[in-house]
């Protein structure tokens, strides 16, 4: 059994947690000055492992449930990996940009699983009619995710898998339909980690193609149906790894 300790150290900022735990140490309570209370601190925790690790973890293992289950995606994933990449070094983010493919994947996963299927609440700040809907001020708001990256008035045959539809016809990403995925909501009150997550999801999606293959395992029939939880998990299933030569 393995146990992580993280130590506090005073005057050394590494990340939002020890400027959290700072304001808790410095913070007097009576000197008239707004802070965040302890349960707003822990809260604000909570919501960072909850969004920026719980999220990403979901994402890679759609990932590879889809790339077991198609897999000639992810041969020419794999291709697109040793034309942009080579076996000299491993992927870095500035690889992105020159593999579309690989990219159109990722959106399709966001797509096609929808595993975040609503966005977090939000409340209305005033009354407002949405397409001849009266939404109240103070309405606890959700989006529906998952209605939208399903919709077949936009996607067509939405129920497939298919990263193609993201490419143009001379093989570009097609930004016109990628800001149509919606899986960190929209708008000035979308996810702040969104550029970033999908960043993680293409290095590390990539670094693990970059040496192994994975394949299904022999007479494992593949569910792509979710469980559900805080987000849509795939069901349990099993991989059979190698080593890329």
């Given at each position: 059994?393995?146990?992580?300790?993280?130590?506090?150290?005073?005057?050394?900022?590494?990340?939002?947690?020890?400027?959290?735990?700072?304001?808790?140490?410095?913070?007097?309570?009576?000197?008239?000055?707004?802070?965040?209370?302890?349960?707003?601190?822990?809260?604000?925790?909570?919501?960072?492992?909850?969004?920026?690790?719980?999220?990403?973890?979901?994402?890679?293992?759609?990932?590879?449930?889809?790339?077991?289950?198609?897999?000639?995606?992810?041969?020419?994933?794999?291709?697109?990996?040793?034309?942009?990449?080579?076996?000299?070094?491993?992927?870095?983010?500035?690889?992105?940009?020159?593999?579309?493919?690989?990219?159109?994947?990722?959106?399709?996963?966001?797509?096609?699983a929808s595993?975040?299927?609503?966005?977090?609440?939000?409340?209305?700040?005033?009354?407002?009619?949405?397409?001849?809907?009266?939404?109240?001020?103070?309405?606890?708001?959700?989006?529906?995710?998952?209605?939208?990256?399903?919709?077949?008035?936009?996607?067509?045959?939405?129920e497939a898998?298919?990263?193609?539809?993201?490419?143009?016809?001379?093989?570009?990403?097609?930004?016109?339909?990628?800001?149509?995925?919606?899986?960190?909501?929209?708008?000035?009150?979308?996810?702040?980690?969104?550029?970033?997550?999908?960043?993680?999801?293409?290095?590390?999606?990539?670094?693990?193609?970059?040496?192994?293959?994975?394949?299904?395992?022999?007479?494992?029939?593949?569910?792509?149906?979710?469980?559900?939880?805080?987000?849509?998990?795939?069901r349990p299933?099993?991989?059979?790894?190698?080593?890329?030569?």
């Amino acid at each position: 059994i393995f146990k992580i300790f993280f130590v506090f150290v005073q005057n050394c900022t590494r990340d939002i947690t020890d400027a959290l735990i700072a304001m808790c140490e410095d913070r007097q309570e009576d000197d008239g000055t707004a802070m965040l209370s302890n349960s707003q601190i822990i809260h604000s925790v909570i919501d960072i492992f909850g969004a920026g690790f719980d999220t990403i973890i979901t994402g890679l293992q759609w990932s590879l449930l889809y790339l077991i289950k198609f897999p000639d995606i992810q041969a020419k994933i794999l291709q697109e990996i040793d034309n942009q990449v080579g076996m000299n070094r491993l992927p870095q983010f500035k690889d992105k940009s020159n593999m579309p493919y690989t990219e159109a994947f990722i959106y399709e996963v966001f797509r096609h699983a929808s595993y975040v299927p609503f966005t977090i609440p939000h409340c209305t700040t005033d009354n407002i009619t949405l397409n001849g809907d009266f939404i109240p001020k103070d309405t606890c708001v959700f989006i529906n995710q998952y209605q939208v990256n399903h919709d077949m008035d936009i996607w067509g045959d939405a129920e497939a898998f298919q990263p193609e539809r993201f490419l143009t016809l001379s093989g570009h990403l097609n930004k016109n339909l990628t800001e149509k995925v919606m899986i960190f909501g929209i708008g000035v009150r979308h996810c702040l980690g969104d550029s970033f997550a999908r960043l993680e999801m293409f290095v590390f999606l990539t670094t693990l193609l970059h040496r192994l293959h994975i394949e299904n395992v022999p007479e494992q029939e593949l569910d792509l149906s979710s469980m559900f939880g805080l987000t849509m998990k795939p069901r349990p299933f099993r991989i059979k790894i190698s080593t890329r030569n």
